[in-house]
C-alpha cells in the first residue's frame, strides 16, 4: 500500500508541474495573440490599396504582363508551405501539410512537377524525416513574422517564376497557410499566387455608369513591373501574419486543454491517493485489533 501511495504522489507533483507550465504557455499565447491579431489587421488597408492599383492596371490597360498571363503549358509548380517553429500547438503545422501534401496530389495528377519552399522547422523536420527535396528553407520568429522575411521568400518565388522551366523555374506559384478566421477556428488555405488572379474591377458596369479612364505613365508594362512585386510581398507578408496569429490562437487552446487534463489527472489520483491511504489505516488498524485479540487470547 505505502508503494501504491507513493506512486500516486508522485504522479500528483508532475500533474501539477505540468499544469505550470502549460498554463503559463496559455497565458503567454494570449497575451502575444493580441498583438498578433493587430497586425494583420493593419496590414489589411495596405493589401486592399495595393490589389486594387494591380487590378486597375491589369483591368484598364491592353498589356500582357508576364505575371498575369496563363502560360499555355504548365510542367512545374511551385508550394510554399507555411508551418511553425516551434510545437505544443495542436494540430496547426499537420494541417497545413496535409493541405500541401493534397495540393501536391492534385498537381501531380494534372501532370505538373513539384518543387517546394519551407517556412517553419516543422515543415523543415516533416520533409528531412522523410528524404524529400526541397528548394529553399526559412526558419525562426514564425510567431512574430517579420516583412524582411516576406520580401526574401517575394524574391526567391518571383525569380524561379521568371527562370524558364527548362532552366528549373516553374510555371505556377501557390501558397498555403493557416487563416486565422476567429480564437477558435483556424483554416488552412490554398492560394495561387502566380501567375496573379486579378479578381477586382473586372465586373460589368451598371446600366447608366461609365467607368473610369485610367491614364499610365510612364507606362502600364513598368507600372506593373514596380506593383506587381511589391503585390506578392504584401500577400506573402499577410499569409504569414494570419499564420502567426493562428499559431497563436492553437496553441492556447491546446495548452487551455492540456492544463484542463491535468486538472482531471490531479483530481483522479488524489481520489486514488486518499483511497490507498485510507485502505492502508485500515489495515494498520485490523493489524492492530487483531493483535490485540492475539494477546487477550493468550491470557
Known amino acids: 500500500m505505502g508503494a501504491q501511495l507513493r506512486v500516486y504522489r508522485q504522479r500528483i507533483r508532475s500533474a501539477q508541474t505540468t499544469k505550470k507550465v502549460t498554463r503559463a504557455m496559455e497565458l503567454i499565447s494570449a497575451s502575444r495573440i493580441q498583438k498578433a491579431q493587430a497586425r494583420m489587421k493593419a496590414s489589411g488597408p495596405y493589401s486592399r490599396a495595393i490589389t486594387r492599383a494591380v487590378?486597375?492596371?491589369?483591368?484598364?490597360?491592353?498589356?500582357?504582363h508576364i505575371l498575369t498571363t496563363e502560360p499555355a503549358t504548365i510542367e512545374r509548380a511551385a508550394v510554399v508551405v507555411f508551418t511553425?517553429?516551434?510545437?505544443?500547438?495542436?494540430?496547426?503545422?499537420?494541417?497545413?501539410?496535409?493541405?500541401?501534401?493534397?495540393?501536391?496530389?492534385?498537381?501531380?495528377?494534372?501532370?505538373?512537377?513539384?518543387?517546394?519552399?519551407?517556412?517553419?522547422?516543422?515543415?523543415?523536420?516533416?520533409?528531412?524525416?522523410?528524404?524529400?527535396?526541397?528548394?529553399?528553407?526559412?526558419?525562426?520568429?514564425?510567431?512574430q513574422p517579420e516583412f524582411a522575411t516576406a520580401k526574401e521568400i517575394g524574391d526567391a518565388v518571383v525569380s524561379k517564376f521568371l527562370t524558364e522551366a527548362a532552366e528549373g523555374g516553374v510555371d505556377e506559384i501557390h501558397i498555403v497557410y493557416n487563416r486565422f478566421v476567429n480564437m477558435v477556428s483556424q483554416v488552412p488555405e490554398v492560394v495561387r499566387l502566380l501567375p496573379l488572379e486579378v479578381v477586382e474591377g473586372i465586373e460589368e458596369p451598371a446600366e447608366g455608369?461609365?467607368?473610369?479612364?485610367?491614364?499610365?505613365?510612364?507606362?502600364?508594362?513598368?507600372?506593373?513591373d514596380s506593383l506587381l512585386p511589391v503585390y506578392i510581398e504584401s500577400r506573402i507578408f499577410n499569409a504569414m501574419l494570419q499564420s502567426a496569429a493562428s499559431e497563436h490562437a492553437a496553441r492556447q487552446k491546446a495548452m487551455k486543454a492540456a492544463s484542463d487534463n491535468a486538472d482531471t489527472l490531479i483530481r483522479d489520483f488524489t481520489r486514488l491517493a486518499n483511497n490507498a491511504r485510507q485502505a492502508e489505516i485500515t489495515q494498520q488498524i485490523s493489524e492492530i485489533v487483531g493483535g490485540a485479540d492475539a494477546l487477550s487470547s493468550a491470557k
Open 55 to 64: 487590378s486597375a492596371v491589369a483591368t484598364f490597360s491592353d498589356v500582357d
Open 84 to 143: 511553425s517553429d516551434r510545437g505544443l500547438n495542436g494540430a496547426f503545422s499537420s494541417n497545413t501539410l496535409k493541405e500541401a501534401e493534397q495540393l501536391s496530389q492534385l498537381l501531380r495528377s494534372q501532370g505538373k512537377d513539384v518543387v517546394y519552399y519551407l517556412v517553419g522547422r516543422k515543415a523543415q523536420n516533416y520533409f528531412t524525416f522523410r528524404k524529400r527535396d526541397s528548394e529553399q528553407i526559412w526558419t525562426g520568429n514564425t510567431d
Open 209 to 224: 455608369e461609365v467607368l473610369p479612364l485610367y491614364d499610365f505613365e510612364p507606362d502600364p508594362v513598368e507600372v506593373l
